[in-house]
């Protein structure tokens, strides 16, 4: 199994930058595709981006294309979040999960979770 620990969350202003990170313990991260999820307050966990396990390719939702990036440093068995021109919607508990084989975009389909970072954005 590989256990998972976000880092990186905090309290930003509209329009800042944020870089979450997943480390990654007991298995190599380069064996599972990866996805960031998150969840607000009375709302469900939804998909934010994901990056595939043999090739870097990645895939992020509508809500955010264009302003965020994952990529992977298998030296540090980690991998990242970059956000950019952060909003209040992007207020919320940020998860990464992992699973073997494709990537999905529906949290049903990971089975390692890490215990999430916060990340409050103000106006």
């Known amino acids: 199994q590989v256990q998972l620990v976000e880092s990186g969350g905090g309290l930003v202003q509209v329009g800042d930058s944020l870089r979450l990170s997943c480390a990654a313990s007991?298995?190599?991260?380069?064996?599972?595709?990866v996805a960031w999820f998150r969840q607000a307050p009375g709302k469900e966990r939804e998909f934010v981006a994901s990056?595939?396990?043999?090739?870097?390719?990645?895939y992020s939702a509508d809500s955010v294309k264009g302003r965020v990036t994952m990529s992977r440093d298998n030296a540090k068995n980690t991998v990242y979040l970059q956000m950019n021109s952060l909003e209040p919607e992007d207020t919320a508990v940020y998860y990464c999960?992992?699973?073997?084989?494709?990537?999905?975009?529906?949290?049903?389909?990971?089975?390692?979770w890490g215990q999430g970072t916060q990340v409050t954005v103000s106006s």
């Open positions: 999960a992992a699973r073997l084989t494709y990537a999905r975009t529906y949290a049903a389909a990971y089975d390692y």
């Open positions: 007991g298995r190599p991260l380069s064996s599972y595709a």
């Open positions: 990056i595939a396990s043999a090739r870097t390719m990645t």
